[in-house]
């Protein structure tokens, strides 16, 4: 059923074509901003502290598709595991993107409902406040399962945490898996959640 409801959202969206709102590839794209590296919930990060150079989090460059990227083949299968099929919903649900939350003393920054729908991405990137925008990797899409987008216990969490009110603002670029873009920036305001 909620197949059938996707389906209808993304045909009345557009389907796979590039929204004129900037969906798809950015006329002027971000410079040089890249992710926090991803803690653990016990171990949470600063977001002024670099990542390691061994570590996930390289710089993430917007004036052109990360390196060793390749469009994907854009067939629809109904299943949302290509950008053709992701797209529509993550534009529509754009202010779903990022959520943050003072929680144990931390600051959380949630990308679930981006992983949720991750089989369409190809590369996912964040900032947190003015820091560089820098790669996020993305749990894999799951194609042998009935739910493929499906967040399973052995895929890495989909949060940040940091110092309690140090996050004031949030960045997110996705590059899609036929190397569209998009990208959004989210006041911390906005994206409280209690």
Known sequence: MFEFVFAV??????????????????????RGEAPATPASPTAPAS???PASPDAPGRAFIMDAVPAGLVAEEQISTGRFTTAAEVRPILNATRGNWVAVREYGGKDY???????????????????????????????????????????????????????????????????????????????????LIP
């Open 9 to 30: 959202i993304a045909i009345g969206l557009g389907g796979a074509g590039v929204p004129s709102d900037g969906v798809g590839r950015p006329e002027v794209p971000l």
């Open 47 to 49: 977001p002024a502290a």
């Open 109 to 191: 920054v949630y990308v679930t409902h981006l992983w949720s729908w991750r089989c369409g991405l190809a590369a996912m990137a964040i900032a947190v406040n003015d820091a560089p925008l820098r790669d996020w990797p993305l749990p894999p899409c799951h194609k042998t399962l009935a739910t493929p987008n499906a967040v399973l216990g052995d895929d890495p969490l989909p949060y940040l945490t940091f110092e309690p009110g140090s996050v004031q603002s949030v960045q997110i670029q996705l590059v899609y898996d036929d190397l569209g873009m998009a990208a959004a920036r989210f006041s911390r305001g906005d994206v």
